[in-house]
């Protein structure tokens, strides 16, 4: 049982390089969310999509665009990579109701230098 | 203002001690209440949640909400080691926004 599936786990970019973090959950879930979290911040919503065809900018959506492919995938975009964005970035989904837990991935780790 | 407040800690408490983690947020429409674990390195993974005013107990973990007061905590009795890690509190603001606090960090002293 696969749950949230993240890929890649680990990335290094060069300032400006540009890349997309795939993300799929199996579980029919509605809503799905993307997180960066750096030391000391927390979790921080980028942004969200709480139904497929519907997306939503969070807390720090500046810099990243997002894709709802379908129900079960959910793409970050960094078009133009900056060291800022250096984080582990952790995609989630839920049911969708108004209540509920969120299922994470496992996270992935960008570097940008 | 922080939408979800927590202070970051480290908390430190003796093996067997009670555990308070406290947890403040601005949003007084929030409906829904979480408290997430995570360990060093890993996913964040959900121990409690509550939505109705008092307290709601599973095990060892209790956890503690004040809607007027915008407040929940959770206290975790007979801590053990095992239970050192990162403790996120969450609220869902609106109907699917989910926003988390900037977590305590909790070391149990064997």
Same mark, same amino acid.
């Given at each position: 049982?696969?749950?949230?599936?993240?890929?890649?786990?680990?990335?290094?970019?060069?300032?400006?390089q540009?890349m997309?973090?795939?993300?799929?959950?199996?579980?029919?879930?509605?809503?799905?969310?993307?997180?960066?979290?750096?030391?000391?911040?927390?979790?921080?919503?980028? @942004?969200?999509? %709480? +139904?497929?065809?519907?997306?939503?900018? *969070? $807390?720090?959506?500046? /810099?990243?665009?997002?894709?709802?492919?379908?129900?079960?995938?959910?793409?970050?975009?960094l078009?133009s990579?900056a060291?800022?964005?250096?984080?582990? @970035?952790?995609? %989630? +989904?839920?049911?969708?109701?108004?209540? *509920? $837990?969120?299922?994470? /991935?496992?996270?992935?780790?960008?570097?940008?230098? | 203002?922080?939408?979800?407040?927590?202070?970051?800690?480290?908390?430190?408490?003796?093996?067997?001690?009670?555990?308070?983690?406290?947890?403040?947020?601005?949003?007084?429409?929030?409906?829904s209440?979480?408290?997430?674990?995570?360990?060093?390195?890993?996913?964040?993974?959900?121990?409690?949640?509550?939505?109705?005013?008092?307290?709601?107990?599973?095990?060892?973990?209790?956890?503690?909400?004040?809607?007027?007061?915008?407040?929940?905590?959770?206290?975790?009795?007979?801590?053990?080691?095992?239970?050192?890690?990162?403790y996120?509190?969450?609220?869902?603001?609106?109907?699917?926004?989910?926003?988390?606090?900037?977590?305590?960090?909790?070391?149990?002293?064997?």
């Open positions: 049982n696969a749950g949230v599936t993240q890929t890649p786990k680990f990335q290094v970019l060069k300032t400006g540009s997309t973090l795939q993300c799929a959950q199996d579980m029919n879930h509605n809503s799905m969310y993307w997180y960066r979290q750096d030391p000391g911040m927390g979790l921080r919503l980028i @942004y969200y999509s %709480a +139904s497929e065809g519907t997306t939503d900018k *969070g $807390e720090v959506p500046n /810099g990243y665009n997002v894709s709802r492919l379908n129900k079960r995938e959910f793409s970050l975009r078009e990579a060291p800022s964005q250096t984080s582990v @970035y952790f995609c %989630a +989904s839920r049911m969708g109701q108004n209540t *509920g $837990e969120l299922f994470f /991935g496992e996270g992935s780790r960008l570097t940008v230098l | 203002q922080k939408e979800v407040e927590q202070n970051s800690g480290p908390l430190s408490v003796p093996e067997g001690a009670i555990a308070s983690l406290n947890c403040t947020y601005s949003d007084r429409g929030s409906q209440f979480f408290w997430y674990r995570q360990y060093s390195g890993k996913s964040p993974e959900l121990i409690m949640f509550i939505y109705s005013n008092g307290d709601k107990e599973d095990g060892r973990f209790t956890a503690q909400l004040n809607k007027a007061s915008q407040y929940v905590s959770l206290l975790i009795r007979d801590s053990q080691p095992s239970d050192s890690a990162t996120l509190c969450a609220i869902t603001s609106g109907t699917y926004k989910y926003i988390f606090g900037t977590g305590t960090r909790l070391k149990v002293l064997a």
